[in-house]
C-alpha cells in the first residue's frame, strides 16, 4: 500500500454520504482534504468530526459543481499550500425521480445533467491542468450500477452515469502516456441520503428502497475508493463495480 500521507485530496460532495466517509478514511491516513459541496454547514460539522477524530489539515469550499465559473474561481484562488491537489474524488452526483421519459420534470433533467456530467468536467478539467504540470494525480469517478444497466423510470439518472463511464474511459484516453491515473468506482444499492434526494425529501419511500435486504454502506465505498488510491503508482485500477450480497442486477434484489 502506497500512503497517502500528506497528499492532497479534493473531494466533491463531501458534506454527505460517499463523499463524508471518504473524506473521514483519507483523513485518518494522514491526507491533507480540500471538502467542497454546497452545504458549508455541513462541511463545517464533518470539519470538527474530523479533527476530534483524526485531526489533519482542512480547506473548506462552499461549491456548487453547476457553476463553471464558481469552480474555476475555487480552483484558480486555493491557498499556495493547497494548489498541489494528488487526488481528485468526483463525488458530487445526485438522482431526482423515477417518472417516465414522457412525464419526466425538466428541472429535475437539468439538475442531474448539470451536476453529474457538466459538474464533473469542470472540477476535472481545472485540476488536470495542474496534475499534468506536476506529473502526478489520481483521478477517482463515482460512478453507478446505473450507467451499465439501464432500469425502469431510471432513464436521464442511468444517462448521467452512463456518460461518467465514457467520461472515465475517455480521460483515461486522454492521459495515456502521463503518470495520470483514472479509476470509476461504481456502485450498486448503497444507504445514504440518496434515495431522500431523489424522492424529494420523502423519507418513508427512501426508506423502502433498502426494506428487507442489506445494502452497501457509504464506508464501503470510500474502502474501496481509498485502496484504489493507495496501489503502486504503476497501478491503475480502472474500474471497480460492487454490489451489495442481495443485489445481482439493478432491477434483481433478493428482500426478506
Known amino acids: 500500500m502506497v500512503s497517502v500521507a500528506n497528499q492532497i485530496v479534493l473531494i466533491t460532495g463531501a458534506s454527505s454520504g460517499i463523499g463524508a466517509s471518504c473524506a473521514k478514511i483519507f483523513a485518518a491516513a494522514g491526507a491533507k482534504l480540500i471538502l467542497a459541496a454546497r452545504r458549508l454547514e455541513r462541511l463545517q460539522i464533518l470539519e470538527k468530526q474530523i479533527q476530534q477524530e483524526c485531526p489533519t489539515d482542512t480547506y473548506l469550499i462552499q461549491l456548487d459543481?453547476?457553476?463553471?465559473?464558481?469552480?474555476?474561481?475555487a480552483i484558480a484562488?486555493?491557498?499556495?499550500?493547497?494548489?498541489?491537489?494528488?487526488?481528485?474524488?468526483?463525488n458530487a452526483g445526485l438522482s431526482r425521480?423515477?417518472?417516465?421519459?414522457?412525464?419526466?420534470?425538466?428541472?429535475?433533467?437539468e439538475e442531474m445533467i448539470d451536476t453529474n456530467i457538466k459538474g464533473l468536467l469542470y472540477v476535472s478539467r481545472y485540476v488536470i491542468s495542474g496534475m499534468l504540470e506536476r506529473e502526478y494525480g489520481h483521478i477517482?469517478?463515482?460512478?453507478?450500477?446505473?450507467?451499465?444497466?439501464?432500469?425502469?423510470?431510471?432513464?436521464?439518472?442511468?444517462?448521467?452515469?452512463?456518460?461518467?463511464?465514457a467520461i472515465s474511459e475517455g480521460m483515461k484516453l486522454d492521459l495515456v502516456g502521463t503518470p495520470i491515473r483514472v479509476t470509476s468506482v461504481d456502485p450498486g444499492m448503497v444507504?445514504?441520503?440518496?434515495?431522500?434526494?431523489?424522492?424529494?425529501?420523502?423519507?418513508?419511500?427512501?426508506?423502502?428502497?433498502?426494506?428487507?435486504?442489506?445494502?452497501?454502506?457509504?464506508?464501503?465505498?470510500?474502502?474501496?475508493?481509498?485502496?484504489?488510491?493507495?496501489?503502486?503508482?504503476?497501478?491503475?485500477?480502472?474500474q471497480v463495480i460492487l454490489m451489495p450480497v442481495d443485489q445481482a442486477s439493478s432491477t434483481l434484489v433478493h428482500r426478506r
Open 140 to 165: 477517482i469517478n463515482i460512478g453507478s450500477i446505473a450507467g451499465h444497466q439501464t432500469y425502469p423510470g431510471g432513464n436521464v439518472y442511468c444517462g448521467t452515469k452512463a456518460a461518467v463511464k
Open 191 to 238: 444507504e445514504t441520503e440518496f434515495s431522500q434526494v431523489r424522492f424529494h425529501g420523502d423519507v418513508e419511500r427512501a426508506t423502502s428502497v433498502y426494506q428487507g435486504m442489506q445494502p452497501l454502506t457509504a464506508d464501503d465505498i470510500a474502502d474501496v475508493v481509498f485502496f484504489c488510491a493507495t496501489r503502486p503508482p504503476h497501478v491503475n485500477i480502472n
Open 65 to 73: 459543481v453547476r457553476d463553471r465559473s464558481a469552480v474555476e474561481n
Open 77 to 90: 484562488n486555493l491557498p499556495q499550500q493547497w494548489q498541489s491537489i494528488n487526488i481528485l474524488i468526483n
Open 97 to 109: 425521480g423515477l417518472d417516465k421519459i414522457q412525464s419526466g420534470d425538466f428541472q429535475d433533467w
